[in-house]
């Protein structure tokens, strides 16, 4: 099975910086990869899909990109209210493995 | 507004068996996959299951697989999990969650607010 690696697994930053959130597959899985954000004792909430694709309503600060086993996430502007646990996940075939997740957090 | 709503979670001896459903609301229940993720206390999200719309797709993770029955009801707007043979380790929030609108979107877009299975004697 593919395995996902998210790193960091966790990150400290501060209002206004820019952030990065790496997700490596351990095979090609081209863009079939999702982004979810979960705000602490939240439901999680799709932010990406297709790797680079918006779901509705989700702030232009935020960007994905990457193809094949590399994939980023990228908040341009963290701001309070990005502190979350975020998940990448794949889903070319089945198992829609998540990986292990990053938790952002304010400095 | 898509609505789904988990039920039937609870404390169950190791070894039981459960089941939890999800009611649907505010889609076209039939036209789209539907999955099970689940969330241990304090770890990450951990995908369980899939079933296509017309059931012709099932799939589970290595970790549920023969102990887990997926299974829905289009007339009735449902989504089940059958839990048996439960561990320990099955103790988890157990998430109901629509697929996107293609039949390759195994991403989940809408999530259910989830129902908790603690397995304990």
């Known amino acids: 099975d593919i395995q996902m690696t998210q790193s960091p697994s966790s990150l400290s930053a501060s209002v206004g910086d820019r952030v990065t959130i790496t997700c490596r597959a351990s095979q090609d899985i081209g863009t079939y990869l999702a982004w979810y954000q979960q705000k602490p004792e939240k439901v999680p909430k799709l932010l990406v899909y297709a790797a680079s694709a918006f779901q509705s309503g989700v702030p232009s600060r935020f960007s994905g990109s990457g193809s094949g086993t590399e994939f980023t996430l990228t908040i341009s502007s963290l701001q309070p209210e990005d502190v979350a646990t975020y998940y990448c996940?794949?889903?070319?075939?089945?198992?829609?493995?998540f990986g292990g997740g990053t938790k952002v957090e304010i400095k | 507004e898509v609505q789904l709503v988990e039920s039937g979670g609870g404390l169950v001896k190791p070894g039981g068996s459960l089941r939890l459903s999800c009611a649907a609301s505010g889609f076209i229940f039939s036209s789209y996959t539907m999955n099970w993720v689940r969330q241990a206390p304090g770890k990450g999200l951990e995908w369980v299951s899939s079933i296509t719309s017309n059931r012709g797709y099932i799939y589970y993770a290595d970790s549920v697989k023969g102990r887990f029955t997926i299974s829905r009801d289009n007339a009735e707007n449902s989504l089940f999990l059958e839990l048996s043979s439960l561990r320990a380790e099955d103790t988890a929030v157990y998430f109901c969650a629509r697929a996107g609108p293609y039949s390759s979107s195994f991403y989940f877009d809408y999530w259910g607010q989830g129902s908790l299975v603690t397995v304990s004697s």
């Open positions: 996940q794949k889903y070319n075939s089945a198992p829609f493995t």
